[in-house]
């Protein structure tokens, strides 16, 4: 049964990573570092029961021609949405003077798919398509065996290059350090279990990654106008992500709250993924009970939740208040699954509170950025009494040296 509570205390949960966890994760990425593809294959074994022979997956997929049309039209709303994120550098002179900045895209990189209690085509293309978009030279992908031949045509379509059948922690040593079959890449991406988190915290500096994922999450601001069916179904559908997943909705009326719950209760019973959905709901759903509606948005703001649904009258009147949120849905007919797959936004969004200071996945995760400067002769002359007194400043008689050299 789902909690609900008046007023909130400022405290959710924060999920921690074991000390087991992490030296599991640890000599795994030490020994696939060492023993490479070898290494990957006994872990695939023990861990998916699959037997492998080579790694990568031929890209043939036998998928109807429906589902291919459908998944076309998602990755159409997912390029229209990551085409407008394209950069340009810039370059400026001004008496002797050049400066600018270029934007490249980054080489080669991992995307991680989730496998296991459930496969998502879906992360392919949120994750492929911006890659794609900013112009990398290679893009793979790691996800778990058997793989899925929907998985293989979504990378298809999103213009993947190649796919290997390998999963956690394993997989992101491989991308991470490269093996005899495994290309070493310059960033990983992607969402996975706490293997894979830990596991792309630890390989992050010898690569870059997108961000530190932990449970998926919703929150929820409705008034008792909102039909209280439609917003226990958005609750469930984030609930059956993870048994750690979490679901909370705020409101002012006690009566709308009851309702909620009640109706959490007579539909969970005909998720497939029920007994997911009612360990998330148990331990980690919420509502919480307000007594003006117009303090959710600094609950909000405080929470950072990954996705915010805004099931308000006039609900872009409260998108100015907001500013701590992965992805917000804007009114009754927004709910987050319409995120997840469809409207073209990126569903790979900060979670656990880290939308106080990060993104969702976008095309500048996949570009980097180059500067140069060029001055003059007389430029130089001009700036380098300002330099060689700025580095005598700072105890670097070197740097002011090698201005006045030039100046002589």
Known sequence: MIRIVR??????????????????????????????????????????????????????????????AMLERCAENIRAFHIRQLREGFMFTKDGIVLGQR???????????????????????????????????????????????????????????????????QAVAALAYGTETVPRVDKITGPGNVYVAEAKRQVFGQVSIDMVAGPSEILIIADRNN????????????????????AVLITDSSDFAEEVSRQIEEQIIRLERREIARTSIDNEGMIIIVDELSEAAGIANEIAPEHLELCVPEPFSWLGRIRNAGSVFLGANSPEALGDYYAGANHTLPTMGTARFSSPLSVDDFVKKSQFIYYSSEALSKASGDIEMFARSEGLTGHAESIAIRRE
């Open 103 to 169: 934007v490249i895209p980054l080489e080669k990189v991992g995307l991680y798919v989730p496998g296991g209690t459930a496969s998502y085509p879906s992360s392919v293309l949120m994750n492929a398509i911006p890659a794609v978009i900013a112009g990398c030279s290679e893009i793979v992908i790691a996800t778990p065996p058997p793989v899925r031949p929907e998985i293989i045509m979504a990378a298809k379509i999103a213009g993947v290059h190649r796919i290997f059948a390998m999963g956690g922690a």
């Open 227 to 246: 039909n209280p069916s439609h917003l226990a179904t958005d609750m469930l559908a984030q609930s059956e992500h993870d048994k750690s997943a979490r």
């Open 7 to 68: 007023g909130y205390d400022g405290k959710l949960s924060l999920k921690t990573v074991s000390p087991d966890v992490s030296e599991t994760v640890r000599k795994i990425i030490n020994d696939v570092r060492l023993r490479g593809d070898e290494a990957v294959r006994e872990y695939e074994l023990k861990f998916d029961g699959a037997a492998l022979g080579s790694l990568e997956v031929k890209m043939n997929a036998d998928v109807s021609p429906e589902y291919t």
